[in-house]
């Protein structure tokens, strides 16, 4: 599974990467601009983004809803940001959100909410073969 990853906190960024590796996703890629993340998208795949909220020049909310219109991608995204309040939370879900995460980062939680998706694509998978 090839994750990116999108926070422009180099220690939250290293921080996921580590948990991720301890979880045994080894293939992530690192990004601390969503302008950054947005050009790898246009010429690269990934199965699942881990995206912040709160960054500089674009947030993460606006960053998500331009991979669900502009990009037209179907690939899953969790939002990771200490933004808690629960309107927030539900806008990020309307948005285009696969599901949310709220910092600081916990193993098992970002394990159940990636099992979750994998799940989810495996079981559209098969249904679409059927």
Known sequence: MRILVVDDSATMRNLTARTLKELGYQSNV????PLEALELLKKDEFDLILLDWHMPKMNGLDMLRHVRTSMQKSIPVIMLTVEQAKENVALAIKSGADDYII???????LLSKITRIKDKIEFANKAQAA
């Open 30 to 33: 690192l990004c601390e601009c």
């Open 103 to 109: 910092k600081p980062l916990q193993k098992q939680v």
